[in-house]
T-cell receptor
Framework: DAEITQSPRHKITETGRQVTLACHQT?????MFWYRQDLGHGLRLIHY???????NKGEVSDGYSVSRSNTEDLPLTLESAASSQTSVYFC?????????FGPGTRLTVL | QQQVKQSPQSLIVQKGGISIINCAYE??????FPWYQQFPGKGPALLIA?????SEKKEGRFTISFNKSAKQFSLHIMDSQPGDSATYFC????????????FGTGTRLQVTL
């Protein structure tokens, strides 16, 4: 069965460190998205991609970057982690309107 | 600027009751309105969706009501069950944006026995 996976599921890091969260989908979807989920804010879009080598900024992109070298993967990098980036991160993919979400990564920045 | 406003933030309903969650949007270009359901420790999953050419869509115990003139839509859960306890997100998108969704802030629903 097709799926979308995220790794790691939990990560604790220190302020200033670079962190990369992985997202892998086997749906062969062109569209991929990264969100962060925080209480009171819902799901906020960080970056998204409509295909290989395409990346776009979402509403909360500062401090984050993505690259899309193949259809299956969209890694999210925190260049210099900050405490404000402590959150739960979700990756999603879609072909048309329905988005399929991964299980999430809980990131704590100390 | 929050383009999709959702209320209430939390909701407690007795088993068998009706749960109602409301959303309002600002962008009149939005033409697709889904609801996502999220259980603790899981990612959100599509529950039901509607387009503005209809005023209501029903799937089992779940119904979306849509009011285009008021720019509002709501989710009704009939005969609410403890298994419906989850967080619900409304969202909106517009054609041509390759499914880029704008989400509401979520409603945490608890269905008690």
């Amino acid at each position: 069965d097709a799926e979308i996976t995220q790794s790691p599921r939990h990560k604790i890091t220190e302020t200033g460190r670079q962190v990369t969260l992985a997202c892998h989908q086997t749906w062969n979807h062109n569209n991929m998205f990264w969100y962060r989920q925080d209480l009171g804010h819902g799901l906020r879009l960080i970056h998204y991609s409509y295909g290989v080598h395409d990346t776009n900024k979402g509403e909360v992109s500062d401090g984050y970057s993505v690259s899309r070298s193949n259809t299956e993967d969209l890694p999210l990098t925190l260049e210099s982690a900050a405490s404000s980036q402590t959150s739960v991160y979700f990756c999603a993919s879609s072909e048309k309107h329905e988005q399929f979400f991964g299980p999430g990564t809980r990131l704590t920045v100390l | 600027q929050q383009q999709v406003k959702q209320s209430p933030q939390s909701l407690i309903v007795q088993k068998g009751g009706i749960s109602i969650i409301n959303c309002a949007y600002e962008n009149t270009a939005f033409d697709y309105f889904p609801w996502y359901q999220q259980f603790p420790g899981k990612g959100p999953a599509l529950l039901i969706a509607i387009r503005p050419d209809v005023s209501e869509k029903k799937e089992g115990r779940f119904t979306i009501s849509f009011n285009k003139s008021a720019k509002q839509f709501s989710l009704h859960i009939m005969d609410s069950q403890p298994g419906d306890s989850a967080t619900y997100f409304c969202a909106a998108s517009k054609t041509g944006t390759a499914s880029k969704l704008t989400f509401g802030t979520g409603t945490r629903l608890q269905v008690t026995l």
